[in-house]
């Protein structure tokens, strides 16, 4: 086990890719704030860890509860050198279904929580020219499916904002990265997955097959969330870190043909794209 005086602010670690990453940073011998909506599913953790592990309830859309965990975090273990902004949820309807309520609420966690999250960690990383700034995202973040479409503006929008932070915060001693999922063995596409309270039936055969109750893929999935978590942590460690990191074969399958596409349809119209300059 390595020993560290290194403390990781973790969101979302109830379930999933969060809670792996927590278990491993924490067995790795690490300090870690974890954080939930619901303390009570961080209590076995935060126990099987009482010295380097800081239990938190934090709701990253509630500003004054992330008042709170930067404050009880500085306060037991002096700073925060990693933030891992992982918490979030999925969400499918067609774009002519998605209700106007639910997208803010989606914007809400994923793109504000997330930056959020970032404001309140960078004036102590700044006065210490140091620290990591994670931000998970998407496959859906590179590419859209049907029926993602508000998900994928979501996350979009986590990789503009981190493009910009990254060359913003690098002359500072800061780093920032995307993390970009595939289907991961998670609940993802389980409990944590909301869909279209007024469903559309000309979208079936596009959205159809991919609405949580035709979505079989739950339990399924390729990816390893404990692998994963090991891969973040390995590289983290390592003193040159990617902007985006995939993880997963279906990321680098997607991605790749995504990147062969977008490259084609530029070369296609090339030609009318140059005829308007000047």
Partial sequence: MKTSNKTWLITGCSSGLGQA?????????????????????????????????????????????????????????????????????????????GDEDDIRKLFDTIFYGTVRMIKAVLPGMRSRKSGSI??????????????????????????????????????????????????????????SLKGAKNEIDDYSATVGPRRKQNDKTSGTQPGDPRKAAQAIIKVQENGQVPFRLLLGSDAIEGVRKELDSQQKELEDWTNISLSTDY
Avoid: C, W
């Fill in 21 to 97: 990453l927590a278990k491993e940073v924490l067995a790795q011998g690490y300090n870690a704030v974890i954080t939930a909506r619901k303390i009570e599913d961080l209590q076995e953790l935060s126990e099987q860890y009482p010295d380097t592990a800081l239990a938190q309830a934090l709701d990253i859309t509630n500003k004054d509860q992330i008042t709170t965990v930067i404050r009880e975090s500085k306060t037991k273990f002096g700073h925060i050198d990693v933030l891992v902004n992982n918490a979030g949820y999925g969400y499918r309807a067609a774009v002519e279904e």
């Fill in 134 to 191: 994670m931000n998970v995202s998407s496959i859906g973040g590179r590419y859209a499916a049907p029926g993602s479409g508000y998900y994928s503006a979501a996350k979009f929008a986590i990789e503009g904002m981190s493009d910009a932070l990254r060359k913003e915060v690098a002359p500072l001693g800061i780093k920032v990265m995307v993390i970009e999922p595939g289907a991961f063995r998670t609940e993802f596409a389980g409990r």
